[in-house]
């Protein structure tokens, strides 16, 4: 049967002939796709086609057979050769050949050991379709497809030159393959042995940057130990030349300040490290830049003192300017040579001593020029003045003269502005006006006690630390003395033969004033100017006020004893207030106006009280001039008090509370007369 016919190679180059070849009627396989099936028997009638093995199938199985080929010599008998079929399934393939895909797809997974071994009943009932002819005819019938690639006839002499030349240049390819291979070998062996010698340099360089590492990491260890060490006993030469030869300057004081801790560094690492060579080098050249450093501070200090004392100078510019910016001078100073500390700070004392004695001595000269009432021992409330006899009640406040001693008036808003700036000496000379003595006392003590606020202030901060509180206190006490004795002696002039209380008593308020404002701004070194100030004040508004009860009480002693006996000289009696009274109730009047917030301890209560009484025995004194009239006598009291009610009424304070409801307890005890 056709299925039976072997796809043998025969070793003779004799043609094989074409008609007694078996005809399939499928589509003719290429002689690369041999059948599945291998037997040793042929079909009857059917000589077996033989080839050479240089044919084309042999050429597509395998490059060896080609290479062996081209190295026969031409016309030598091949050996036959048989290989085992390891393409695609043949019964796939005759599936697709007969259209019978789907009814025989299961047999196409049978292993190829089955299909060569047997032949299956299914496959002998296959129907075939040979178009009409039997399957002899079909063997024998001759078709084109005959010729086709797959059949290889024996080769004529052109064709073997052909072949031969393609052969050849088919070897001068492969040789010129194996040159290039050969050489690309050589680039990757030369390649390989590169890699091996940079692996080798890699590895050696890492080594090499561990140990690096561990050297830095070393050195950093020895770095952090031995830094501050060094930089203790090393001073750059930039530090030496700017301490030597620039100006002086913000930065110039932190080279200062650097120097210092130096030298500190320096004293306490030798006390604990006598041997150490180092510290022993730096030692002389840090005293040499410590003196460099005190020599220059020193001229400094000096220029700036010597600049206090130039005309015209204003000495809160020079001291803000020119001391407190360089304020770590002066301690340095004072830390690495205190006697020449103490020298500078003496002149610095006496320089002022003397701008503050000789600025305030030319501010006394001006206020003394202010033109001043004089209130004299004429002006208390016992001084008969017949101009004012005839005063009506009508008139609860005279608008006396304005050298009125019993009137506060405006002089209050002295106490009540808020103008905290003192008279120029300018303006005081060119001042054609009349005051009280409380304006040039206000105007001098403003002035005082604004500089010495602005002077203790710059002392607490430019010599402390370096100096103690209670150091520079004494300096400033030193300072001001002469100014304090001067005000001291301004206060005495003003008030020596003054019988104004109602300005002594000004001056006490403005200085109580002046006392709260230092202890608010802390400067506790003025205290005692103004105590002294003080003590000058109160003895003499005490005395003052004791001349006033000694007036009034020599009034009450004048009277006469007995009442007027004519007709003429009782007519002339008045039940109006008496001008003493009218006077009493101005006083009264300012004297609890400016002590709203004082004390029932103050001098000024005890001597208010006194001339009150003294007032009352004068009234009661006088009334008796009625006689037996007793309805004019209490109409008279009764309208003094009144009088005196009506004055205070507008006046606060505890002080003044209790005197207004004494007063209206003795207004009412008359009031029936009236």
């Not at 561990?210 to 006993?233: C, D, M, S, Y």
């Not at 301490?243 to 006390?271: L, N």
């Not at 001391?323 to 500078?344: N, V």
Request: with cysteine; charged share 25%; aromatic share 8%.
């Amino acid at each position: 049967m056709w299925l039976d016919r072997l796809a043998g190679q025969s070793t003779s180059p004799a043609p094989s002939q074409p008609g007694s070849r078996a005809y399939s009627p499928a589509p003719r396989r290429t002689p690369s796709g041999l059948g599945p099936y291998i037997t040793s028997q042929q079909r009857p009638g059917v000589t077996p086609r033989s080839s050479s093995s240089l044919s084309l199938a042999s050429t597509e199985s395998s490059t060896s057979s080609f290479l062996a080929s081209s190295r026969r010599a031409n016309g030598s008998t091949l050996k036959e050769s048989r290989t085992i079929y390891s393409g695609p399934d043949p019964v796939d393939i005759l599936n697709k050949l007969l259209g019978d895909d789907k009814k025989h797809a299961a047999s196409a997974t049978k292993s190829a050991a089955d299909s060569v071994s047997s032949i299956s009943t299914e496959d002998l009932q296959l129907e075939f379709d040979f178009g009409g002819l039997s399957v002899r005819e079909l063997a024998l019938s001759e078709e084109s497809a005959i010729d086709g690639a797959g059949v290889h006839r024996p080769q004529a002499a052109e064709e073997y030159e052909r072949d031969k030349a393609k052969f050849e240049d088919l070897h001068r390819s492969i040789r010129a393959c194996d040159e290039v291979l050969s050489s690309v070998e050589t680039n990757l062996t030369s390649f390989r042995n590169d890699l091996a010698t940079v692996s080798a340099d890699i590895e050696t360089l890492q080594a090499r940057s561990t140990a690096l590492n561990v050297r830095l990491e070393n050195r950093k260890a020895v770095e952090k130990g031995l830094g501050p060490v060094v930089e203790e006993i090393s001073v750059s030469p930039a530090i030496v030349s700017k301490i030597a030869d620039d100006h002086i300057d913000e930065s110039w004081v932190k080279v200062v300040a650097e120097i210092d801790r130096r030298a500190t560094a320096h004293k306490k690492s030798t006390s604990i490290a006598q041997g150490s060579k180092g510290m022993q080098d730096l030692g002389p050249l840090l005293e040499k830049l410590v003196l460099k450093a005190i020599e220059r501070i020193r001229d400094f200090l000096v220029a700036q003192i010597k600049a206090l004392r130039s005309p015209h100078i204003n000495a809160q510019i020079i001291q803000q300017q020119n001391f407190l910016k360089f304020k770590d001078l002066f301690t340095f100073l004072h830390k690495h040579h205190s006697t020449l500390a103490d020298e500078i700070c003496l002149a610095y004392m006496n320089t002022m001593r003397w701008y503050y004695a000789n600025q305030f001595t030319r501010y006394e000269n001006a206020l003394r020029k202010i033109k001043l009432h004089s209130l004299d021992k004429t002006d208390v409330l016992g001084n008969e003045d017949t101009s004012r006899k005839g005063t009506v009640l009508s008139s609860s406040k005279i608008t006396g003269p304005p050298h009125d001693a019993f009137n506060l008036g405006r002089r209050i808003d002295l106490l009540r502005t808020h103008n905290q700036s003192a008279l120029s000496s300018y303006l005081a000379e060119e001042d054609q006006s009349t005051h009280y003595l409380e304006v040039p006392f206000r105007n001098f003590n403003l002035a005082l006690v604004d500089n010495a606020t602005a002077e203790y202030t710059f002392l607490a901060s430019f010599f402390s630390p370096a100096l103690s509180y209670s150091t520079i206190s004494r300096h400033f006490t030193y300072i001001f003395d002469p100014t304090f004795q001067l005000g001291h002696t301004l206060t005495k002039t003003l008030i020596a033969d003054t019988y104004d209380a109602i300005g002594v008593l000004l001056a006490v308020r403005l200085n109580q004033h002046f006392q709260f404002e230092l202890q608010r701004r802390k400067v506790p070194a003025a205290d005692g100017y103004l105590n002294g100030t003080a003590m000058l004040l109160w003895p003499r508004l005490q005395f003052i006020m004791n001349a006033h009860c000694e007036s009034v009480r020599t009034l009450t002693t004048a009277l006469p004893t007995r009442p007027p006996t004519s007709k003429t000289e009782q007519g002339k009696l008045s039940a109006a207030p008496h001008v003493c009274t009218q006077r009493f109730g101005q006083l009264l009047h300012g004297i609890l106006a400016l002590s709203t917030e004082a004390g029932d301890d103050e001098p000024v209560v005890t001597s208010l009280r006194r001339l009150r009484s003294e007032i009352e025995a004068f009234l009661t004194r006088y009334s008796a001039a009625f006689g037996n009239d007793r309805r004019k006598r209490e109409r008279f009291l009764y309208n003094n008090y009144s009088l005196i009610l009506t004055i205070i009424s507008d006046t606060h304070g505890k002080l003044a509370e209790e005197e207004q409801e004494h007063f209206e307890g003795l207004k009412m005890a008359f009031q029936e007369a009236a």
